[in-house]
């Protein structure tokens, strides 16, 4: 059975650390390009960061940028996402999904094949 499962959410106080857990079952995250999307209250999807198979190919949103960093570790199945000096603006529920490499458009929740459920990541005092 395919399975992605986050971890890491939380709350965290503005200009903190957390780090997310993408961990797979089923299948073998190195096979896939890995994507790392939110969801803020009221707002659509964005993407975040994303890297492809093999660690070719970084991507981050302008607004991470610095701030976040993505990670693989093929032994444990599992893609990290690094987040440091964190807003409240970063408030959001973050998914991470498994698919294809699209160059424009790897922040696109519908082009990827395997989602997980999400975890919530709350920034504030």
């Known amino acids: 059975q395919v399975q992605l499962v986050e971890a890491g959410g939380g709350l965290v106080q503005p200009g903190g650390s957390r780090r997310l857990a993408c961990a797979a079952s089923?299948?073998?995250?190195?096979?896939?390009?890995i994507g790392w999307l939110r969801q803020a209250p009221g707002k659509e999807r964005e993407g975040v960061s994303c890297?492809?198979?093999?660690?070719?190919?970084?991507r981050y949103a302008e607004s991470v940028k610095g701030r976040f960093t993505i990670s693989r570790d093929n032994a444990k199945n599992t893609v990290y996402l690094h987040m440091h000096n964190l807003k409240p603006a970063y408030t959001a529920v973050y998914y991470c999904?498994?698919?294809?490499?699209?160059?424009?458009?790897?922040?696109?929740?519908?082009?990827?094949?395997?989602w997980g459920q999400g975890t919530q990541v709350t920034v504030s005092s």
């Open positions: 890297i492809t198979n093999s660690d070719e190919l970084r």
């Open positions: 999904a498994a698919g294809g490499w699209y160059a424009s458009g790897w922040g696109i929740w519908d082009l990827y094949a395997y």
């Open positions: 089923g299948f073998t995250l190195d096979d896939y390009t």
